[in-house]
């Protein structure tokens, strides 16, 4: 069974500065997709990025970007130029062949002005 | 274009009643999902269609819940004799169909027993 570990509860970065969110997975499978969505106090899950398991370009949009080191099993989510608005819960998750996704336990961004 | 829609947003129901969930996907979109959050935790996988398809249903925690999708679009999560450890957070979410399918996701419906 696939399992995603996200071991930052809260973090805290300052406004214009770039952050970092650690996650980790373990699946068997060779073939996975990896998301990272956000969830704002509103509640709503945004899907922010995708990375897939044979893609050999780390994925970007936009101020997101993802360090993806398929050896160590780790996709870390990169911020940069962080905003107020960006203050939300994140989620790493993975999915195999499409199908339903496995969420990590999240991590509590704040934003300080 | 619409993006997936649920209700109602907030339920309030006794510990006994029945409740019904609906979630309207996004137009087109072959695969629905649906998930269980509770506080302060990641969403949980409770079960999936592709069309009008039930294909897994693995994750729902009981028999008292129930899903369906009988035209394949609307789909409508049913909650039967509900339990105070029911109270969650239930989202839903929509893809295209495909190897490589995102899911966009509804703003959830607050379930809470009482």
């Known amino acids: 069974a696939q399992k995603i570990t996200q071991t930052q509860p809260g973090m805290f970065v300052q406004e214009k500065e770039a952050v970092t969110l650690d996650c980790t997975y373990d699946?068997?499978?060779?073939?996975?997709?990896l998301f990272w969505y956000k969830q704002p106090s509103s509640g709503e899950m945004i899907f922010l990025i995708y990375q897939g398991s044979y893609d050999e370009q780390n994925a970007t949009e936009g101020r997101y970007s993802l360090n993806f080191q398929k050896a160590r099993k780790s996709t870390n989510l990169v911020i940069s130029a962080s905003q107020l608005g960006d203050s939300a819960m994140y989620f790493c998750?993975?999915?195999?062949?499409?199908?339903?996704?496995?969420f990590g336990s999240g991590t509590q961004l704040t934003v300080l002005p | 274009g619409a993006g997936v829609s649920q209700s109602p947003r907030y339920k309030v129901a006794k510990r006994g009643q029945d409740v019904a969930l609906r979630c309207d996907p996004i137009?087109?979109?072959?695969?629905l999902f649906w998930y269980q959050q509770a506080l302060g935790q990641g969403p949980e996988f409770l079960t999936y269609?592709?069309?009008?398809?039930?294909?897994?249903k693995s994750g729902l925690p009981s028999d008292r819940f129930f899903a369906e999708r009988p035209e394949g679009s609307v789909s409508t999560l049913k909650i039967q004799r509900t339990q105070q450890e029911d109270s969650a957070v239930y989202l839903c979410?929509?893809?295209?169909?495909?190897?490589?399918?995102?899911?966009?996701f509804g703003p959830g419906t607050r379930l809470t027993v009482l």
């Open positions: 137009s087109g979109h072959v695969s």
């Open positions: 979410a929509s893809s295209p169909g495909g190897t490589t399918d995102t899911q966009y």
């Open positions: 269609f592709q069309n009008e398809a039930q294909l897994d």
């Open positions: 998750a993975m999915s195999l062949s499409a199908r339903q996704l496995t």
């Open positions: 699946t068997s499978d060779q073939s996975y997709g």
